[in-house]
């Protein structure tokens, strides 16, 4: 059995849809690398790897990367809050290896 | 003043003076078609107004322990929106209090543009002059979470919205991030015109308004804020 922490992001279509742009996961025992399952072509993607996001839940100075593991996770909901572009709070999944 | 008049001698773009009353009337009362409610850890619902297009509500919460980061979220939309309003910039889209499902809350018209960081370059596609004025509303608000998450673009025209003006970004502080303004520097747009000074001024006049029915330290405490930088942009003339 494997822990995964993920986050999943979503854009809003002209139908009021939303649309899953990516899935940020993390395997509990890897804890500094994050995946991100999506279009690493989508201009939010590029965006977050390029700009990175901001650490609001310790209100720390510099930017977090996927690579910054669980604080990157946990900091994408309050950047990504608007509706227009949503992102869950960090879940859990467990798969079966 | 009607919105955007202080701007048009100078071309300046007119921010759809007449219809926002209108709008802001429609959110209020138009029979509502649906309410979609969106997946994610802040909770946002879509509304679709009958024969009049779409909305994002955003619920109230008063209970500041529990749900911290949803605190006076509401109130501080409809307050951005009055500064916007008094400004005459209309950078904030149209957004009123509503009862949606049976929660108390916030409904803003829905905007059919960009979100910023899908535009990369955008500083490059956006009108100066809404720049500039994007800058001015962020610099008086003081906010602090102003990154290419919480604007929408037109790049068609070169509009500028802005969204998102809650706890994190007006009061508790959320990233530090300043990017119209920093954007808005760069590009040299830190002169205040005459009709943007106008602009202040006017909203100095009326900022007093916005008090009326808060006692929250907080907010209070904002809007005092707000006439202190106000002050000081029409003594220096500039962002800089």
Known sequence: MTLFYFVDLYELDRDAKQRKIATFKMQEDEPGKVEVDGDHGHPVLESINREGIFDYKNARPGKLYPYDGMSFLENLKYYFRSGYLLATDVQKMTVNN | MSEGQSFEKNDMPKPEAGPEVEVESVLEKREIESVERLEGYFQVRVVKLKDDGQAMFRET??????????????????????????????????????????????????????????????????????????????????????????????????????????????????????????????????????????????????????????????????????????QVLLNTGTLA
């Open chain 2, 61 to 230: 919460s008063d209970d500041s322990e529990r749900n911290y980061h949803q605190f006076l979220r509401s109130e501080l939309e409809l307050l951005a929106a009055g500064i916007d309003k008094r400004l005459g910039f209309g950078l904030v889209p149209p957004v009123v209090g509503r009862t949606i499902e049976g929660s108390a809350g916030v409904l803003q018209e829905r905007i059919f543009a960009e979100v910023a960081s899908k535009v990369p370059d955008w500083e490059y596609l956006v009108n100066d002059l809404w720049l500039a004025k994007a800058a001015v509303f962020d610099y008086l608000i003081g906010n602090r979470d102003r990154h290419s998450g919480n604007f929408l673009i037109d790049p068609s025209t070169g509009r500028i919205w802005l969204i998102d003006h809650d706890y994190l970004s007006l009061i508790a502080g959320g990233s530090e991030e300043t990017e119209i303004l920093d954007k808005a520097k760069s590009k040299n747009l830190t002169q205040l015109s005459k009709e943007m000074k106008e602009s202040i001024g006017f909203l100095l006049a009326d900022i007093d308004s916005l008090k009326q029915g808060t006692e929250d330290i907080e907010i209070l405490d904002f809007i005092e804020k707000i006439k202190t930088r106000a």
